[in-house]
């Protein structure tokens, strides 16, 4: 009796499990990239009361097992949301020019972070934020903490690369030990007030259009106040 052997190799169930299992890594940055776009998305249409899991995991082409494995609930997922927008401001081609001196440099930085954090996305979430305030003032404040710190971390690193010119460095407030507080008021004095006006209505086309003018003033005044 002549009997069929299976061919060398992996048996069928062995063969399935091969393909089971997590994505590959590579893949893993992109469902992220989907689910933080879907979400954004759908708060922004609706809100964070307003907008569902399954509506964000529809956009998203995911499952909801993949989002609750990556953010517990709404709330992580919105600050998750929340400081991707802080990220991209203060990942985009950020750099200090060469061969100019420090106010040319402050200007470039001011005026490039300005026109990235000046979108309708960007100003969006953070109206969300604010207007979710009420019913999650933990949230609110995590988020705003986590966005401070991260502000002032990026502005404080290309402040320390402006103080190797020769007129940053001569400048007390420049030095090491303050260089902390000095970003905290470059913040408050050339980026916070076009923030609050985008914050409270005012259209982001005529924000945009005074960008150079704004912060070629409020630069001025910084470092005069530095140098004071």
């Known amino acids: 009796m002549n009997v069929k052997t299976r061919a060398p190799g992996k048996r069928p169930h062995e063969r399935g499990a091969s393909r089971a299992g997590r994505p590959p890594k590579t893949h893993a940055g992109e469902v992220d990239r989907r689910i933080l776009d879907a979400a954004r998305r759908a708060f922004l249409e609706k809100g ?11 956009l998203a082409r995911a499952g909801k097992p993949t989002i609750y494995a990556r953010f517990p609930n709404k709330e992580a997922l919105y600050v998750a949301v929340a400081m991707r927008n802080v990220a991209e401001v203060i990942e985009s081609e950020i750099h200090l020019p060469d061969g100019t001196d420090v106010e040319e440099q402050l200007i470039s930085l001011g005026v490039t972070m300005l026109r990235s954090a000046l979108t309708d996305d960007h100003i969006g979430v953070m109206r969300l934020g604010i207007s979710e305030a009420r019913r999650f003032p933990d949230l609110a ?21 402006a103080a190797r010119s020769d007129k940053g460095g001569a400048l007390a407030a420049f030095a090491p030990n ?41 630069v001025a005044f910084f470092l005069a106040a530095c140098r004071a």
Do not use: C, N, Y
């Not at 982001?204 to 003033?217: F, K, M, S």
């Open 48 to 58: 964070l009361d307003g907008a569902s899991v399954d509506e964000i995991a529809k």
């Open 141 to 161: 404040g995590s988020v705003h903490r986590m966005a401070s710190e991260r502000g002032i971390a990026a502005v404080t690193r290309l402040l320390r690369e």
């Open 178 to 218: 303050r260089l902390a507080t000095t970003a905290q008021f470059f913040i408050d004095l050339v980026l916070w007030p076009m923030f609050r006006h985008a914050l409270f209505g005012k259209k982001l086309r005529t924000l945009r259009a005074g960008i150079e003018a704004h912060v070629t003033q409020s």
